[in-house]
């Protein structure tokens, strides 16, 4: 499934704005390119120039807070298509794939309400700490199923990195000293799995 309606738009030469919602890895956390810089330059050059990008990432929040800002942050923006990425704050902060799932609904909801954005979910990176990243496959998986629940396209970036690594990537090469948050390699990756969408 990709973000068709976006596609036609691009494709016509409309303008369209992107509302890029989430937590640090939607902010780009400590580096000078994040995923939202990559894919703006991924689109432009696939598409054109009348394109703009809103980064709403806050670093550590959770999708609790996300739905606290929803209004400020997306609706109020009138956004042709909305990008939602969440999950791992959740999971380390206690939360459970439920309520993740849960609260990403609630966005859905309220943005098809409010607006005629197209919206397209994000998984998050795969952690090097295998007992981690088990744990947030988990929450991953309450995104896809979402996803298929709603009829939305999911960019699934945890499978995008696990197999680029599997091709020969070194996983340390795309994460940070803290073992989760990507490098600027990561977030492109990030970015790469997004634009299979497009």
Not at 116 to 126: F, G, H, N, R
């Amino acid at each position: 499934m990709k973000c068709s309606a976006t596609i036609e738009k691009l494709e016509q030469n409309e303008p369209v704005r992107i509302v890029a919602f989430g937590d640090s890895l939607t902010q780009g956390w400590m580096t000078r390119k994040g995923y939202v810089d990559f894919l703006h330059e991924m689109l432009l050059e696939r598409f054109n120039d009348n394109i703009e990008m809103i980064n709403r990432g806050i670093p550590g929040n959770t999708s609790d807070d996300g739905l606290e800002r929803l209004r400020r942050d997306v609706l109020d923006r009138d956004p042709d298509l909305v990008l939602i990425q969440f999950a791992l704050n959740d999971a380390y902060m206690g939360s459970s794939p439920g309520r993740l799932k849960n609260n990403i609904k609630s966005m859905v909801v309220r943005i098809r309400l409010d607006t005629a954005a197209e919206i397209l979910l994000l998984t998050s990176c795969s952690i090097y700490n295998e007992a981690e990243d088990r744990m947030a496959d988990t929450f991953y998986s309450a995104i896809t199923g979402l996803g298929t629940e709603e009829h939305l396209p999911v960019a699934e970036v945890h499978t995008y990195w696990k197999n680029k690594i599997r091709s020969g990537i070194d996983h340390r090469s795309l994460v940070q000293g803290d073992m989760v948050h990507p490098t600027i390699a990561g977030y492109k990756l990030m970015a790469e799995a997004v634009m299979e969408k497009f």
